[in-house]
């Protein structure tokens, strides 16, 4: 358990709507993702983060933005909701646990619904 | 452009009735390969990583194994518990960002 959770779980809302999703860490670590994903598409990267106010696009930004103003919590937010929008979304946060890599570790996933 | 190709989509198994998952993958150096597993409703549960070929590793029933095109997860006499979608992930060597494959969703009847 990497100490992540995701708020709201669900949310159903209407096109044209701005949505702000919440993923919340309790164990300081530095990289945080955004994922989204869709049937057939498997996880894709929206954004990440590498410290407080260092954030970066990932595959597939465009409508989405995002925000650290403290270590434990990323916001994504959908500025205007469209229905390509509706996914199930995923925090991730970046873990060394010894090797030459980090490995990434996610939260539930927040199931987003746009109307 | 990296790329993650998971084979096949779908795999239903009788229960004890081992068999392999495939992920094949083109990354301009690779720094990791990472299996998970999902369960429906959940976020991905890490199982491995790989970081060379030849390398294996075991937990279980499953094992993953290594070349330079691609990797397997086998898994030998499977329970109904071991059902779940099973994502492959390869990470480059340039950079910290993940490419996931679409997945193999494994159902194993009793």
């Known amino acids: 358990d990497a100490g992540i959770t995701q708020s709201p779980r669900h949310k159903v809302t209407e096109t044209g709507t701005p949505v702000t999703l919440r993923c919340h860490q309790t164990?300081?670590?530095?990289?945080m993702y955004w994922y989204r994903q869709d049937p057939g598409h498997g996880l894709r990267l929206i954004h990440y983060?590498?410290?407080?106010?260092?954030?970066d696009k990932g595959e597939v930004s465009d409508g989405y933005s995002v925000s650290r103003s403290k270590t434990e919590d990323f916001l994504l937010t959908l500025e205007s909701a469209t229905s390509s929008q509706t996914s199930v979304y995923f925090c991730?946060?970046?873990?060394?646990?010894?090797?030459?890599?980090?490995?990434?570790?996610f939260g539930p996933g927040t199931r987003l619904t746009v109307l | 452009e990296d790329q993650v190709t998971q084979s096949p989509e779908a795999l239903r198994l009788q229960e004890g009735e081992s068999s392999s998952l495939n992920c094949s993958y083109t990354?301009?150096?690779?720094?990791?390969l990472f299996w998970y597993r999902q369960d429906p409703g959940k976020g991905p549960e890490f199982l491995f990583t790989?970081?060379?070929a030849g390398e294996e590793k075991e937990k279980e029933r499953l094992k993953a194994t290594l070349t330079k095109k691609e990797s397997f997860l086998h898994i030998t006499a499977p329970k109904p518990e071991d059902s779940a979608t099973y994502l492959c992930?390869?990470?480059?060597?340039?950079?910290?960002?993940?490419?996931f494959g679409a997945g193999t969703r494994l159902t194993v009847k009793p």
């Open positions: 790989l970081y060379s």
């Open positions: 992930a390869v990470q480059a060597e340039n950079n910290n960002d993940m490419r």
């Open positions: 990354v301009s150096g690779l720094r990791g």
């Open positions: 983060s590498y410290g407080v106010k260092d954030t």
């Open positions: 164990e300081n670590h530095r990289y």
């Open positions: 991730a946060i970046s873990v060394r646990r010894g090797g030459v890599t980090d490995t990434q570790y």
